[in-house]
Each structure stands twice: as structure tokens, then as C-alpha cells.
């Protein structure tokens, strides 16, 4: 039987690599790809680009991913 591993999260985390909207990138994204990268995850992207958070507050933005890596 063959072991697939996964890594699943609501990180909330807003970094350009996955919200090319939003400009910054933060340094604790990189401690993430590490881990990630440690057990020889990928970063899986979705089909359909939908928000997952939706907030009050008409000055924010809405888009908020939810990461899974395979």
C-alpha cells in the first residue's frame, strides 16, 4: 500500500505566490515551504480561483487561500 501524505490547512496567510493581487510577500511564507519541501509536498492550486473568506468590512479584501499541499 503506497503512503500519500498531505498538509492541509486554514493558514490564513495572504502572500503573492497564491493571490497574485495581493503585493507582499511575508518571511514566514518561506518557513512554511520548508516544511512543505521536507516531506516533499507541492503546493496544489485550484481549478476555480473562489474566495474562501468573506468579510465585513468593505475596505479589505475578501480573498483569503486555504492551502493544501500534496
Do not use: C, K
Not at 500519500?4 to 495581493?22: E, P, Q, S, V
Not at 507582499?24 to 496544489?44: K, P, Q, R, Y
Not at 480561483?49 to 483569503?64: C, G, K, R
Amino acid at each position: 500500500m503506497n503512503n500519500i501524505l498531505i498538509m492541509t490547512g486554514d493558514f490564513n496567510i495572504r502572500d503573492n505566490n497564491w493571490n497574485l493581487l495581493y503585493l507582499h510577500h511575508l518571511t514566514h511564507i518561506d518557513t512554511l515551504w520548508e516544511v512543505a519541501d521536507s516531506f516533499n509536498l507541492e503546493l496544489s492550486l485550484p481549478i476555480n480561483q473562489v474566495s474562501t473568506l468573506y468579510i465585513d468590512n468593505p475596505q479589505d479584501s475578501n480573498l483569503v487561500s486555504d492551502l493544501m499541499f500534496f
